[in-house]
């Protein structure tokens, strides 16, 4: 049988296998390809939504924070209102990477649709699994239980990219690192820099003339 139809049959199997591959299938079914990356999207959507949840509680605390910050002004406790200053910006903090970790999750979740309705394989999938691995790391210590679940995510990438090595011949050394890869981190924490200005209050140090904290419903400009 030849490679391309060894690929075919991984990518949507058919019933026309031997009687050995049906029943070392029933012992350990390998499932296709397209249902893994049908998967690993699903799970990309779950802890996505995830993400902004947490990102608008992150938002709804960092404005109660700023208005303790100009009540504090306003009664003039500097030492209060940097208290509450540097809160605000610890709360920034985590919400970059957050906001960051949201457009990467989105830009690889365009991909691995691309990925399951053309096919368009292994050239596609090495920046998806860089990518994967990039917001895991990012969130490991922010938000575990995100991290954890895309531990899964790349396990079953990683597995699907490997099969396709085999089955297409390709060299898949260091495919998990790749420029593109790269670019879609450094687009997704440019997007957040610029979203977090329009949805997060920022502090000019020392100044009493402190601008309104952002509406409530500013998060949904993203």
Request: proline share 5%; charged share 30%; no cysteine.
């Amino acid at each position: 049988m030849s490679a391309i139809d060894k690929f075919g049959k991984r990518w949507s199997p058919q019933d026309s296998e031997g009687m050995w591959s049906k029943i070392k299938d029933r012992i350990v079914p390998p499932p296709p390809v397209r249902y893994r990356i049908t998967m690993a999207l699903f799970k990309i959507r779950i802890e996505k939504n995830k993400l902004e949840y947490t990102l608008n509680k992150l938002q709804e605390r960092a404005n109660g924070l700023f208005e303790k910050v100009v009540d504090a002004q306003v009664k003039k406790d500097s030492e209060r209102a940097a208290m509450y200053a540097n809160e605000v910006a610890e709360v920034r903090k985590v919400a970059k990477t957050i906001m960051s970790s949201i457009f990467a999750l989105e830009r690889i979740g365009l991909r691995l649709e691309t990925v399951r309705d053309v096919g368009d394989l292994v050239s596609a999938m090495g920046p998806v699994v860089g990518v994967v691995k990039e917001v895991r790391n990012n969130l490991m210590g922010i938000m575990p239980e995100v991290a954890f679940e895309l531990g899964e995510v790349d396990e079953i990438l990683q597995s699907t990219v490997t099969e396709l090595g085999e089955f297409t011949g390709i060299q898949m050394n260091n495919i998990y690192v790749t420029d593109e890869a790269k670019k879609v981190m450094e687009e997704a924490a440019t997007i957040a820099e610029q979203r977090m200005k329009e949805q997060f209050p920022e502090l000019p140090g020392g100044s009493m003339n402190l601008p309104a904290p952002p509406s409530a419903n500013a998060s949904d400009k993203h």
